[in-house]
């Protein structure tokens, strides 16, 4: 069965620096999402992005956040200078519509340690 | 502002029995729902959906009902096995709009 594929599965970095997690979302999906899950939080909306620009975005994803589909496969999220507050598991998803009937497919997540 | 509540974190059954897990909105512009599984270390995985013009949808042991006056949907597992043992999400969303609310999760055990 298809599948999203996340890289790294974990990720450790310091407080101020910039991090970039990795999505290879199903191919012949159109919609790319990132959530995140702070430990213990339900999972939360960041970003949609479809056609080569964000769709949808939530209070969370802020100038310090940047998602990028750089080539016809991968699809990324940058956080330019993370905080502590930026620990969590995140999660990219994808989907062929966003229609109804359809259930969004998500990776098995990174886990970012902002230390 | 929780939009989507799930007010049982937990919950436990015994093998073989019915699983009922419950979600209330307050958004009325939501109008299809989703219900996710997540095992630790993994990204949630679909179960079943419903759109609001249905207030029932199965899918061999998992059927979901939606309450739309009472904005309340619940997820029932007949019956309920150990490898369902989760935490279970419920997300909604508004049509065709791309952002899903998901709420708090409720774990599951199923024990034998």
């Known amino acids: 069965e298809p599948e999203v594929t996340q890289t790294p599965s974990h990720q450790v970095t310091q407080m101020g620096q910039e991090v970039i997690l990795r999505c290879v979302p199903i191919?012949?999906?159109?919609?790319f999402y990132w959530y995140r899950q702070i430990l213990g939080q339900k999972v939360e909306f960041l970003v949609s992005?479809?056609?080569?620009?964000?769709?949808?975005k939530s209070e969370i994803f802020d100038d310090q956040f940047s998602v990028e589909r750089p080539d016809g496969s991968n699809f990324t999220l940058k956080i330019r200078s993370t905080k502590l507050e930026d620990s969590a598991m995140y999660f990219c998803?994808?989907?062929?519509?966003?229609?109804?009937?359809?259930?969004?497919?998500f990776g098995s997540g990174t886990r970012l340690t902002v230390v | 502002d929780q939009q989507v509540k799930q007010n049982s974190p937990s919950l436990s059954v015994q093998e073989g029995r019915i699983s009922i897990l419950n979600c209330d909105y307050t958004?009325?512009?939501?109008?299809?729902f989703l219900w996710y599984k997540k095992y630790p270390a993994e990204g949630p995985t679909f179960l079943i959906s419903?759109?609001?013009?249905?207030d029932k949808n199965e899918d061999g042991r998992f059927t979901v009902f939606l309450n739309k006056s009472a904005k309340h949907l619940s997820l029932h597992i007949v019956p309920s096995q150990p490898g369902d043992s989760a935490v279970y999400f419920c997300?909604?969303?508004?049509?065709?709009?791309?952002?899903?609310?998901f709420g708090t999760g409720t774990r599951l055990q199923v024990t034998l």
């Open positions: 992005f479809y056609n080569n620009e964000i769709s949808e």
């Open positions: 419903i759109s609001s013009i249905k």
């Open positions: 958004n009325s512009m939501f109008d299809y």
């Open positions: 191919s012949n999906h159109l919609y």
């Open positions: 997300a909604a969303k508004p049509g065709t709009a791309s952002k899903l609310t």
């Open positions: 998803a994808s989907s062929v519509t966003v229609g109804y009937d359809y259930g969004y497919t």
